[in-house]
């Protein structure tokens, strides 16, 4: 199984990069932002709950996210396996879908890192509020919120894979196209 996590600060183009990934490999994509989305606008119990957290660019809690996540990857039968979009953002996300993945008999592949700089995230996030609609991308302070929560709470969980021999960085500005075929080689090294 070929199981990736796609990592990377708000704006890296995870979600984005995930599609060209998901396409070429097969993957199963779970992106914790568009489960918790959905979730929101459906206006569930964890919709209603995880949008008080997110509204404020803060992450949602560990217990909730982790549970959603295995939730949704048991409802696939017989993946290829997995790009993860969005998580683990902690490392108790990362042990906890550690020891999920082995209940199922398989582990992570790779942590790829994507690596953009702050003023293109910032334009980025900027641009996908105008066109998406992303409400969370459009206020400039939410924007540099999830960019230091990313920092504090989230980057750390680099050396957690790092620690595994499994993570990677890979250059994430520039076009699309340039951007996915350094991944495409990424992953076709491994």
Same mark, same amino acid.
């Given at each position: ?6 990592? &990377? ?37 964890? &919709? ?32 290829? &396996? ?109």
């Amino acid at each position: 199984m070929l199981n990736i996590v796609l990592f &990377g600060p708000p704006g890296a183009g995870k979600g984005t990069q995930s599609n060209q990934l998901i396409e070429k490999y097969g993957l199963i994509h779970l992106s914790t932002g568009d489960i918790f989305r959905a979730n929101i606008k459906g206006k569930t119990k964890l &919709g209603v709950l995880a949008k008080g957290f997110i509204d404020k660019g803060q992450l949602v809690p560990d217990e909730v996210t982790i549970n959603l996540l295995k939730s949704e990857a048991q409802k696939v039968e017989n993946p290829k &396996g997995f790009i993860f979009d969005g998580f683990p953002r902690t490392n108790k996300q990362a042990v906890a879908l550690d020891d999920f993945l082995l209940e199922i008999g398989t582990s992570i592949t790779q942590m790829i890192s994507l690596d953009v700089d702050e003023e293109e995230l910032k334009s980025r996030l900027e641009l996908r509020a105008k066109d998406s609609g992303r409400v969370d991308d459009a206020d400039p302070a939410v924007i540099q919120n999830r960019i230091n929560v990313y920092r504090q709470e989230t980057a750390p969980v680099k050396d957690y894979y790092s620690g595994q021999d499994k993570w990677m960085k890979i250059d994430g500005q520039g076009t699309i196209e340039a951007i996915t075929q350094r991944l495409f080689d990424a992953i076709d090294s491994l």
